[in-house]
């Protein structure tokens, strides 16, 4: 199992600029979260999907956001048009709806910077 | 509201000594779960170790333990024997029981001196 992978690991833009981050959630899981962490606010939960559904985004800090998840192995996180207050690492989780418990996997997180 | 507070911004502890970070939380429930994650230089967000809330039995993985109180609403991790290898942001988080909206707290950097 290679865990969630995002991708890519460093985005550097420009102000104004489209910016998509990708992740492939964890085979069989049926959660997918992703959080933006920032040295300001920590770690926030900006939306997350059950079954390829959006269930809660109100975490989504405004309408230049938005998040998709096409299928089951695959979400993206699009900012148009980025400013240099979205720069941060924003990580994807998945689960599995069972077990929350047991938390769930995070990526390797993706590092924006926005210039 | 839900609320978890790490009091400790930074903290250093010498290899082969023991370390206890502390965490206090917040909430009205009477079922949920709480967490320690680290987060080394690499990024990545690493399970250390779980607590169920209905349990007093405190959860041991090797070298980490936690203190959970549950009516004092503290959850500290101890590490013994640090090893340089545990240099790494610590997040102590909570998990409703029926929810699976983690709440992080502020974080605390610890630093294993050689």
């Known amino acids: 199992d290679a865990g969630v992978i995002q991708s890519p690991r460093h985005e550097v833009t420009e102000m104004g600029q489209e910016v998509t981050l990708r992740c492939k959630p964890i085979s069989g899981h049926d959660y997918l979260f992703w959080y933006r962490q920032t040295m300001m606010r920590g770690l926030e939960l900006l939306i997350y999907?059950?079954?390829?559904?959006?269930?809660?985004d109100s975490g989504m800090p405004e309408d230049r956001f938005s998040a998709k998840m096409p299928n089951a192995s695959f979400s993206t996180l699009k900012i148009q048009p980025s400013e240099p207050r979205d720069s941060a690492v924003y990580f994807c989780?998945?689960?599995f709806g069972q077990g929350w418990g047991y938390g769930y996997t995070f990526g390797s997180g993706t590092r924006l910077t926005v210039v | 509201a839900q609320t978890v507070t790490q009091s400790q911004p930074e903290m250093s502890v010498q290899e082969a000594e023991t370390v206890t970070l502390s965490c206090t939380y917040d909430t009205s429930e009477n079922n949920y779960y709480l967490f320690w994650y680290k987060q080394p230089p690499s990024r990545q967000m690493i399970l250390v170790i779980r607590q169920e809330a209905y349990k007093q039995q405190n959860a041991t993985e090797n070298r980490f333990s936690v203190n959970f109180q549950k009516a004092a609403k503290s959850f500290s991790l101890k590490i013994s024997d640090s090893q340089l290898g545990d240099t790494a942001m610590y997040f102590c988080?909570?998990?409703?029981?029926?929810?699976?909206?983690?709440?992080f707290g502020t974080g605390t950097s610890l630093t294993v001196i050689p």
């Open positions: 999907f059950n079954n390829n559904v959006p269930i809660d």
């Open positions: 988080a909570f998990m409703r029981g029926t929810g699976n909206q983690f709440y």
């Open positions: 989780a998945s689960g």
